[in-house]
């Protein structure tokens, strides 16, 4: 990558930044209906766990999230059988065509996945291109970005990011990233998609999130989003010990 570029941000990290300017709504969401809850943080604290959230996850610190792991071999299950055979994935798995189920493994984490759900999936993303690794520039006043990412599913006019969920309401990833990265990537290298899905799974039924990719609209919301991220981080440097983001090498 060019050494122009100054900064560096995968999809998922302009989801949590995204997270961390929303912490007074999610606090109101999750705690402001039942005040006396006396397990609920003051909303001070929930601010400060929101800072300490975005920090680690700039700074890679390792985290365990059943919910995340369950979600990643969903994905390699669903992966394979578009593929129609056993691919390279970090998930081991076996069908039982007789209880209707995928039995998964992934970092010695057991799931059990409903098999008509699964093929569901597979059958909608037939002939997709899986794990697709995308880059691209934003163009900002503090400096290039550069965005990337892999998309799960790549089809000829659109693209796709499995998600799961242990409940769903209308719109859920409205506020997430990938929505704009991704079709943006693709863009600039002169690959037009018209829009972008969130196909969803609660494992009881599945949902879909459309978005219709409007370049015109989309990028100077993309480079608000990125300045503002930059400003975050020029803010908490001290704090910052993954220089990646910058674009510098490891010390």
């Not at 002939?127 to 990412?149: L, P, R």
Request: hydrophobic share 35%; charged share 25%; net charge negative.
């Amino acid at each position: 990558m060019t050494s122009n570029v100054k900064y560096r941000f995968y999809a998922t990290l302009l989801d949590g930044f995204q997270d961390y300017l929303d912490s007074e709504l999610n606090y109101e969401k999750f705690y402001g209906s039942n005040p006396d809850n006396p397990g609920a943080p003051t909303p001070d604290q929930y601010d400060q766990k929101s800072l300490m959230d975005l920090l680690n996850r700039i700074n890679r610190v390792p985290f365990e999230s059943e919910a995340a792991d369950k979600g990643t071999a969903f994905n390699d299950v669903v992966d394979c059988l578009i593929a129609k055979t056993p691919i390279a994935v970090k998930t081991t798995y076996t069908i039982d065509e007789h209880a209707g189920r995928v039995f998964a493994q992934y970092k010695n984490r057991n799931f059990a996945f409903p098999l008509s759900i699964c093929r569901e999936f597979a059958d909608y993303y037939e002939g997709a291109v899986s794990q697709v690794y995308v880059s691209g520039i934003v163009h900002t006043k503090y400096g290039d970005v550069e965005v990337y990412g892999y998309i799960d599913e790549l089809m000829p006019f659109s693209v796709h990011d499995i998600k799961s969920t242990k409940f769903y309401e209308a719109f859920k990833f409205r506020k997430h990233w990938q929505h704009r990265v991704y079709p943006y990537c693709l863009w600039q290298k002169g690959n037009a998609v018209q829009y972008f899905e969130y196909n969803v799974t609660d494992f009881s039924d599945t949902y879909t999130e459309r978005y219709d990719w409007v370049a015109e609209r989309d990028i100077p919301v993309l480079v608000e989003h990125c300045e503002r991220l930059i400003e975050f981080l020029e803010a908490y440097r001290p704090y910052i010990t993954d220089k990646k983001i910058f674009n510098l090498p490891e010390e």
